[in-house]
């Protein structure tokens, strides 16, 4: 290897010895090598002149040989280019196609949410990145207005970000979206499913619309699903065809994963997944596709405020140009819940929503006076009546006014206005025909001819029913228009508006509920005080029973006491005279009675109280009873009014007349006394007594009931009552009704 050497000055001082200046040449000749160690060698070179020969200012040129064992061994080997894959270049050359960007870009995704790619994924990311790209571009414009409130609720309940675009597959981001088989909403509730998550339906206000309420609902029905299939694929399908669709089809194929089971999906629940994952990648790479256009007219989220209503009638578009907004159906796009587009009066508590930025409008306005401006006007225009075209000889249609006027045959016509409102009644637990029919003052056949009911039908809690309430007759109106002053009449006619009128009509059709509904009330007051004063009056009466029927006991007994004394006095003196038999007679009773009396007792029960009968009959205002006394019955009686009648008891008349139950015949023949053979003496002189009959009612089982505090409760014990009740265990149900003793 050659060195060159360049000294910055000529050597001009005496000659100094060799070997050192050899030296330093050889430690920068070291230095230098790994510089030069590329360069090939050269063959030949110049001789080295002299130093004699040198003068000043020249360029010393020295070459140095190094040894061979100090050359790089592969710097020594020529470089030979290496050869070139043209296969591998051209592909090199080429640019991706669209499969395998988006399978990159799909992979570059970090989400929990499904995003698996395949063809079918590829067939719809096609169809919204080109085909469909005007709907990707409505969605886009809509989706800074609502993915915020979405983010907020699934960020609320740990749930993946990335589930927000399941509102664009569901609605389009569409609050007021409707599908062919009645699913409504952002996230399209099914009515079976929303009552599940309490939102609310009627017909001014629909929560599955409301954007918040719906979509905490949505979350909270994907945690549910979440918790039962551990797969978000199959929750997503889930949530399309319904859970349990999805456990039968696992449970019939053995399948756990969404691709197993997409041969045996239907078509929709198919393509379901594979539409959610494109649109998730169309609107996270919608600028690489060109779908973001300056042009769109894209919503922004807006910080809302709110507006309570407790029953005052309220019109949106009112409210609307109270705020400020030149238009009147921008509250709409806040509130798509209000179906009406306002809320009529006596309406339950609701509240309303409004941009923040839109308070300053306001003012210094109160609460009241803003509700006052946003009353829905009652005076409406009405649409002039249509005034036919009178044709030359030809005699013009008689209206229903002229056929009135001229007491044609169409003088008399029906009033316009309806004269039934229809009602939707839920059943509750327990309740029959019979009884939904009592509580609106129907007959239960039309209760079952209005809903289609066979005639023994039972009612399942939860059923609707429809049910006809007859209107209240309107007032006639009053002519006020003439005694308004000219000053007040307006001179302009604004244009009708068909939403303005069905709010009013609404609010008099609720004014007029109301009064109805206290009217009933009312009556029901006056109805439930009638029936409080009857039990009490029964009450009484049956107390006023039980003490004449204790003091005619208390006289017989004293009685019998007497017979028996008098017969124990002829038994010692048999040739006692006359005298003395009648003053045993009218002696008074013993001083010191027994305590105990069994057998006079029993014998006063067993007869037909025919001492008793002359007080019981004078106080209770009621005929006297005789052993063999018949009663036909009549239309109207019943069991107890007539036991009430004759001054016996229910049992006795059932026991008399061999009855099973308290139901009677027109035209049955009742006997209202023992029977002849009841009345037959023993041999001892004595009567049959009667086994006194236990008076039994009902008892329903209420929260915490068991059956030993029932049977404390009504002083029996457990054992009677599970024998009154057929019962083999204690267990008691709530609602079950237990015959029970009444005394």
């Known amino acids: 290897m050659k060195v060159l050497q360049q000294p910055s000055a000529p050597f001009t001082g005496p000659r100094r010895p060799h070997l050192a200046r050899r030296l330093l040449l050889l430690a920068l000749t070291l230095g230098a090598v790994p510089a030069l160690a590329q360069r090939a060698p050269r063959s030949h070179e110049a001789p080295r002149p002299p130093q004699s020969s040198l003068i000043p200012g020249d360029t010393i040129r020295q070459v140095v040989e190094l040894p061979a064992a100090t050359l790089d061994s592969l710097a020594a080997e020529p470089l030979t280019e290496p050869a070139v894959d043209s296969a591998r270049l051209v592909w090199l050359q080429t640019p ?29 990311v096609r169809l919204f990145t080109e085909r469909q790209r005007g709907y990707t571009q409505r969605v886009l414009e809509r989706e800074q207005f609502y993915f915020p409130t979405f983010e907020k609720y699934l960020a609320q309940y740990n749930l993946p970000t990335d589930l927000k675009y399941l509102s664009v597959v569901e609605s389009a ?34 929560e599955r619309m409301h954007p918040e309420k719906a979509t905490e609902a949505a979350c909270k029905h994907l945690r549910y699903l979440y918790g039962v299939f551990h797969d978000w694929e ?30 045996h999906l239907p078509a929709e629940t198919r393509n379901y997944v594979p539409t959610f994952t494109a649109i998730m990648y169309a609107m996270k790479y919608a600028s690489e596709h060109g779908l973001n256009d300056p042009a769109l007219r894209y919503q922004r989220y807006e910080p809302l405020d709110t507006l309570g209503v407790r029953g005052q009638a309220l019109d949106l578009r009112r409210l609307s140009r ?18 009406h587009g306002g809320l009529p009066a006596g309406y339950r508590p609701y509240v309303l929503r409004f941009p923040s930025a839109a308070r300053e409008h306001l003012g210094e306005v109160d609460r009241a006076t803003l509700l006052a401006y946003c009353q829905p006007l009652t005076d409406l225009p009405q649409l002039l009546a249509p005034r036919p075209v009178r044709l030359a000889g030809v005699a013009p249609w008689p209206t229903r006014d002229e056929l009135a006027a001229s007491s044609g045959p169409r003088a008399e016509t029906s009033e316009t206005t309806p004269r039934y409102r229809r009602l939707h009644y839920t059943v509750r637990r327990g309740q029959t025909v019979a009884t939904v029919a009592e509580k609106f003052e129907v007959s239960p056949a039309q209760v079952r001819r209005w809903n289609e009911l066979p005639k023994h039908a039972t009612l399942k809690p939860g059923r609707e029913l429809v049910v006809f309430v007859p209107m209240p007759a309107a007032p006639a109106p009053a002519p006020v228009a003439s005694a308004l002053p000219a000053t007040l009449v307006p001179h302009r006619i604004a244009q009708a508006d068909s939403a303005m009128q069905a709010l009013a009509a609404a609010n008099a059709r609720y004014a007029r509920e109301a009064q109805l509904l206290a009217q009933r009330e009312a009556t ?40 028996q004394q008098l017969a124990n006095t002829k038994a010692q003196a048999p040739t006692a005279p006359d005298d003395l038999v009648a003053s045993a007679d009218s002696s008074a009773a013993p001083a010191h009675p027994r305590r105990s009396r069994p057998k006079p007792l029993a014998a006063a029960l067993a007869q037909p109280r025919e001492a008793a009968e002359p007080s019981l009959a004078s106080k209770a205002g009621s005929r006297p009873v005789h052993k063999a006394d018949t009663y036909i019955v009549r239309p109207g009686d019943n069991l107890t009014k007539l036991a009430q009648e004759h001054g016996v008891t229910v049992a006795q008349v059932r026991e008399w007349n061999e009855l099973p139950g308290e139901s009677v015949l027109v035209g049955q023949r009742l006997r209202f006394g023992a029977a002849p053979d009841a009345l037959a003496t023993h041999a001892d002189g004595q009567r049959k007594p009667e086994r006194a009959e236990p008076r039994l009612s009902t008892h329903t089982v209420q929260a915490g009931d068991t059956l030993y505090n029932i049977s404390r409760r009504f002083g029996v014990s457990v054992e009677e009552l599970r024998r009154l009740n057929h019962l083999t265990t204690d267990a008691v149900k709530l609602g079950q009704k237990l015959v029970v003793q009444a005394g």
């Not at 569409?174 to 009627?202: C, E, H, N």
């Not at 997503?236 to 041969?263: C, D, S």
Request: with cysteine; charged share 20%; hydrophobic share 45%.
């Open 96 to 124: 991706p196609t669209l499969y395998e960007l988006v399978n990159d870009r799909m992979n570059c995704i970090e989400t929990d949410a499904p995003h698996q790619f395949n063809a079918a994924v590829l067939a719809y």
């Open 173 to 206: 981001l569409i609050p007021t979206a409707k599908s062919p088989v009645g699913a409504v909403g952002l996230w399209q509730f099914m009515p079976p499913t929303a009552s599940d998550l309490r939102l609310k339906r009627d017909e001014w206000v629909d």
């Open 234 to 263: 199959l929750v997503l399908a889930a949530y399309n065809w319904g859970a349990g669709n999805m456990q039968r089809v696992i449970r019939k194929t053995g399948k756990h994963t969404f691709w197993e089971l997409y041969p």
């Open 322 to 339: 109270a705020l400020g907004y030149a238009d009147s159906l921008t509250l709409g796009r806040y509130n798509p819940e209000v179906r």
């Open 524 to 563: 029901q007051a006056q109805e439930l005080l009638r029936i409080q004063k009857q039990q009490a009056a029964r009450v009484a009466a049956q107390q006023r029973q039980a003490i004449f029927r204790a003091a005619a006991l208390a006289k017989a007994a004293a009685a019998e006491e007497k017979a």
